[in-house]
């Protein structure tokens, strides 16, 4: 079975400082890794995906995501945050497509903006 | 077209009552998906429908659940007799099957669902 961990739940970051949200997965085959963002009360915003290629992928509003096989990782980046970052965000793997391309979901890390 | 729509956007239901919500997909996608994400939590798959056919159910989705996308185009979800337990965001998403490629899932803004 997938399963997604992010290992934190809060992340506290300066505007103008750097971000890293960590994401680990268990997937058996090549897997289909998104990350989402989530305003309060708002449905899901997609930010970037990774499908296969380049292990480094870019997405919208300045954030990028490395995928490393050898770690299970695909952490997601972005070098100077803005207070309108502030949001919980997801990390979630997609089976392949003979199981329904579901995703499964991490618990989210909910990042805060110091001015 | 302006994305996945969801109806109504908040609900709030008596225990025991039936609640049925709408989500209409971005034009043209022929996967549908339903998710419920409880407060604090990440959303759950719920069930998912190719076109018309509904290809998997969690089993989160007990008997009280009922899911239809009875033309291929918009689709509801159906809570019978609800509980307390039942209160969370219940979220759709849309995607476009592109064969062996992995499909990418756009979210609406959820119906938020409140049992007293």
């Known amino acids: 079975a997938q399963s997604v961990t992010q290992p934190d739940i809060h992340i506290t970051v300066s505007e103008g400082a750097s971000l890293e949200l960590r994401c680990n997965y268990s997937y058996g085959a090549t897997p289909y890794l998104f990350w989402y963002v989530q305003s309060p009360g708002q449905g899901l915003q997609l930010l970037l995906k990774?499908?296969?290629?380049?292990?480094l992928v870019q997405g919208i509003k300045g954030f990028e995501a490395e995928f490393k096989r050898s770690q299970s990782s695909f952490n997601l980046r972005k070098p100077s945050v803005h207070w309108s970052d502030a949001a919980e965000y997801f990390c979630a793997v997609g089976a392949i497509k003979a199981a329904g391309n579901k995703l499964t979901f991490g618990g989210g890390t909910r990042v805060l903006v110091k001015p | 077209d302006t994305g996945v729509s969801q109806n109504p956007r908040h609900k709030i239901t008596k225990r025991g009552q039936n609640v049925t919500f709408r989500c209409d997909p971005i034009s043209e996608h022929n996967r549908l998906y339903w998710y419920r994400q409880t407060l604090g939590q990440g959303p759950e798959f719920l069930t998912y429908?190719?076109?018309?056919?509904?290809?998997?159910k969690s089993r989160l989705l007990s008997d009280r659940f009922s899911a239809e996308r009875p033309k291929g185009s918009f689709s509801t979800l159906e809570i019978q007799r609800t509980e307390q337990g039942d209160s969370a965001m219940y979220l759709c998403a849309s995607s476009f099957d592109r064969g062996e490629m992995g499909d990418t899932q756009y979210f609406g803004p959820g119906t938020r669902l409140t049992v007293l």
């Open positions: 990774y499908f296969s290629g380049d292990t």
């Open positions: 429908f190719q076109n018309e056919a509904q290809l998997e």
